[in-house]
Antibody, heavy 118, light 111 residues
Framework: EVQLVESGGGLVQPGGSLRLSCAAS????????MHWVRQAPGKGLEYVSA????????YYANSVKGRFTISRDNSKNTLYLQMGSLRAEDMAVYYC???????????WGQGTLVTVSS | QTVVTQEPSLTVSPGGTVTLTCASS?????????PNWFQQKPGQAPRALIY???NKHSWTPARFSGSLLGGKAALTLSGVQPEDEAEYYC???????????FGGGTKLTVL
């Protein structure tokens, strides 16, 4: 059974940093691209970042470029999102999702909540 | 700034048929945008329904179908069930710019 479990969310002050993790199981993690998607309270889905199966290619939404870094450790079956210079508008539930190729997103995690507040 | 537009809300009667659409500010949506569709119910993570315009995942009910319609991506629900009441999001892939954009979502009410 494919499982994606996010962790690392919590309360952080504006300007602070946080690292999210997404632990994958039930499939060959190194064979799939992975994505981060977020959802602010009461709002729609927003694309955040993507990484290729081997980590060699990464992409970011303009809203997070230069502040967030996506990475993965295929030996640990884990996806990461390092978030820095956090702003109030970054407050959201962050989901990781698996993709076959770049464009076939299939499985999603349950999300982890990031709260940015002083 | 690329914008993907969906109907904010739609209402359908049980057993009826409804089509949700997904338009791009850059022009006509084609198969090259690899449209994906997702369903999200309150308090839950999104669930994938359709990929690459019209392909269903193994768990996607047969009453859901995807297509291109009038320059837009479309999701059609035929024989709507009460449990289909949810928010639906499309996702388009802009390969040239290497980014993905979600639509704003359509809140589907079954009434």
């Amino acid at each position: 059974e494919v499982q994606l479990v996010e962790s690392g969310g919590g309360l952080v002050q504006p300007g602070g940093s946080l690292r999210l993790s997404c632990a994958a199981s039930g499939f060959t993690f190194s064979s799939y691209a992975m994505h981060w998607v977020r959802q602010a309270p009461g709002k729609g889905l927003e694309y955040v970042s993507a990484i290729s199966s081997n980590g060699g290619s990464t992409y970011y939404a303009n809203s997070v470029k230069g502040r967030f870094t996506i990475s993965r450790d295929n030996s640990k079956n884990t996806l990461y999102l390092q978030m820095g210079s956090l702003r109030a508008e970054d407050m959201a539930v962050y989901y990781c999702a698996r993709a076959s190729g770049w464009s076939r997103i299939d499985y999603w995690g349950q999300g982890t909540l990031v709260t940015v507040s002083s | 700034q690329t914008v993907v537009t969906q109907e904010p809300s739609l209402t359908v009667s049980p057993g009826g048929t409804v089509t949700l659409t997904c338009a791009s500010s850059t022009g006509a949506v084609t198969s090259g945008y690899y449209p994906n569709w997702f369903q999200q119910k309150p308090g839950q993570a999104p669930r994938a329904l359709i990929y690459s315009t019209s392909n269903k995942h193994s768990w996607t009910p047969a009453r859901f179908s995807g297509s291109l319609l009038g320059g837009k991506a479309a999701l059609t629900l035929s024989g709507v069930q009460p449990e289909d009441e949810a928010e639906y999001y499309c996702l388009l892939y802009y390969g040239g710019a290497q980014h993905w954009v979600f639509g704003g979502g359509t809140k589907l009410t079954v009434l």
